[in-house]
Each structure stands twice: as structure tokens, then as C-alpha cells.
């Protein structure tokens, strides 16, 4: 597993509202709202924004060349100035798996050109590693 999401929020941020400036993404976000329930966790979101999984790939340069062509397309550029105008921040939080015989250790590794990039779109890189799980090592097993 490596994933890539895209998460905005502020504690006063209009979610409903921001979205409506940018219909096309809306479609590919869940939001929350302050004052929620948070969903598979206890208590309730302290802020409003949303999330978009921008990739879900094989190798971690697959899915951080999905990062390269999400942040790049004109409806993104668009979204993070109006996000910057607003004073709102990002988060990219990079997701590996790590504890199964396949990878029980994991590195990621950036070129200062990509965190220069990313420092300029006023992204915050944020790296999370889940365990692995049994099921993850197993093959899907189809054949009955």
C-alpha cells in the first residue's frame, strides 16, 4: 500500500461553501463538519474540511507521480490559491505499510526539487505507516 491524501481544514472553514466554488472536485472529496461525530474514531471533529485520496498505488513512485499530475492540474492550482487567499493549509500525508515479509521496514525518500515544490504550493508533507496486515500477504485466492 501506498497511498497518497490530500487533506484541507480550519477550524472556521465553510467546507459547503468552498466546495461550491469548485464543483469538479467536489464530487472526489469526503468532508466533515465541525461539531461532527467523527466517523471509526471517538469524539467530534474540532475543525471542517475535506479529503481526497489521490492515489492508492504498488510502489511509492507511482503514487507520488499521481501527487505530481494532481497538483498540477489547473482545477488543484486554482483550489490551492483560493485555499492560501482564505489562509487555510494542506496536508499531503503519504501512507506505506510497513511489517509484512514483503516490507518489514520502509523508507521514503524525496529530492529537495520535490519538497521545494511542495513548500511552494504551502503543502505540509505528513508520512504515515500503517502495519501491515495477514491478509496482505495472501494472494486472492479466486480459483474455486
Known amino acids: 500500500m501506498n497511498l497518497a491524501v490530500w487533506r484541507v481544514s480550519a477550524p472556521d472553514f465553510d467546507v459547503d461553501a468552498f466546495l461550491a466554488e469548485f464543483p469538479r472536485v ?3 472529496v469526503v468532508s466533515w463538519r465541525r461539531g461532527e461525530v467523527r466517523v471509526g474514531r471517538r469524539g467530534v471533529h474540532e475543525d471542517s ?11 511509492f513512485p507511482e503514487a507520488f507521480e499521481d501527487v505530481r499530475a494532481f497538483f ?3 482545477e488543484i492550482v486554482l483550489l490551492l490559491e ?3 487567499a482564505r489562509g487555510i493549509s494542506s496536508v499531503l500525508d503519504l501512507g506505506v505499510d510497513v511489517g509484512s515479509p514483503q516490507r518489514f521496514a520502509a523508507y521514503l ?7 521545494q515544490w511542495l513548500a511552494r504550493l ?19 485466492d479466486t480459483s474455486e
Not at 474540511?49 to 510502489?59: K, P, V, W
Not at 525518500?109 to 519538497?115: E, G, I, Q
Not at 508533507?125 to 500477504?137: F, K, N, R, V
Request: hydrophobic content about 35%; aromatic content about 6%.
Open 26 to 28: 467536489a464530487s472526489e
Open 49 to 59: 474540511g475535506f479529503r481526497i485520496t489521490i492515489a492508492d498505488a504498488e510502489t
Open 72 to 74: 498540477s492540474t489547473r
Open 82 to 84: 483560493a485555499l492560501h
Open 109 to 115: 525518500r524525496f529530492s529537495t526539487a520535490d519538497l
Open 122 to 140: 504551502g503543502v505540509v508533507l505528513e508520512i504515515s505507516a500503517y502495519p501491515a496486515s495477514e491478509d496482505d500477504d495472501e494472494p486472492d
